[in-house]
């Protein structure tokens, strides 16, 4: 059975930082590309970053972009999301995402296969 489950989130104040974490069991993600996505109140659901197998690759939504550093442990089958400088507009629940391959490190959530359940973020002014 396949499962992702976040951990990391958290409350903090604006200018602070917090790192997500997501476990994976049921596969190894070597092969794997991986995603964060957040979905703030009343907005679609939205990808943060993206990193290919092997982590040659990554990419972030240009919001994030210099704060946000998304990594991968192979060994530990484990997606990260290193976050900095939070501000009030990054508050969300922010979800984890696994692309089957052959995976195209696509930016829609149609796109991939397995999520975990999400884990809330918010950060006050």
């Known amino acids: 059975q396949v499962q992702l489950v976040e951990s990391g989130g958290g409350s903090v104040q604006a200018g602070g930082s917090l790192r997500l974490s997501c476990a994976v069991s049921?596969?190894?993600?070597?092969?794997?590309?991986m995603a964060w996505f957040r979905q703030a109140p009343g907005k679609e659901r939205e990808v943060v970053a993206r990193?290919?197998?092997?982590?040659?690759?990554?990419y972030y939504a240009d919001s994030v972009k210099g704060r946000f550093t998304i990594s991968r442990s192979d060994a530990l089958n484990t997606l990260y999301l290193q976050m900095n400088n939070l501000t009030p507009e990054d508050t969300a629940v922010y979800y984890c995402?696994?692309?089957?391959?052959?995976?195209?490190?696509?930016?829609?959530?149609?796109?991939?296969?397995?999520w975990g359940q999400g884990t809330q973020v918010t950060v006050s002014s």
């Open positions: 049921g596969y190894t993600i070597r092969s794997y590309c």
């Open positions: 990193i290919s197998p092997g982590g040659g690759s990554t």
């Open positions: 995402a696994a692309d089957r391959p052959p995976c195209t490190l696509s930016a829609s959530p149609k796109e991939y296969n397995y």
